[in-house]
């Protein structure tokens, strides 16, 4: 079992920036790739960003390319979203979750567990 807790959402307007966080417990952090999803009211669940194990390669929707940003820190066990640039568009609650599958990456169902999600919403 793994346990996700997201952090970091809230209000901001259009063109700010906002960190969120995603700590992971209960087994081995480095054993998972690591992604971001976000919904929108009325939308499915989307792909944002994923990253793998070690970090070196990440993975991005095309709406987000170029203004956001996920890493992680194993040391912590922690994966973060900066996004910069905020649009409107991305409001939403933005979820983390952990894949051991390695293809994927990019569909909700390749993911085993879920964090509770945090709200972000940017005010035109």
């Known amino acids: 079992q793994v346990q996700l807790v997201e952090s970091g959402g809230g209000l901001v307007q259009a063109g700010g920036s906002l960190r969120l966080s995603c700590a992971a417990s209960?087994?081995?952090?480095?054993?998972?790739?690591m992604g971001w999803f976000r919904q929108a009211p009325g939308k499915e669940r989307e792909f944002v960003a994923a990253?793998?194990?070690?970090?070196?390669?990440?993975y991005y929707a095309d709406s987000v390319k170029g203004r956001f940003t996920i890493s992680r820190d194993s040391a912590k066990n922690t994966v973060y979203l900066q996004m910069n640039s905020l649009k409107p568009e991305d409001t939403a609650v933005y979820y983390c979750?952990?894949?051991?599958?390695?293809?994927?990456?990019?569909?909700?169902?390749?993911?085993?567990?879920w964090g509770q999600g945090t709200q972000v919403t940017v005010s035109s």
């Open positions: 979750a952990v894949t051991v599958r390695g293809w994927g990456l990019r569909i909700v169902e390749s993911y085993d567990y």
């Open positions: 990253i793998g194990r070690s970090g070196g390669s990440t």
């Open positions: 209960g087994r081995t952090f480095s054993n998972y790739i």
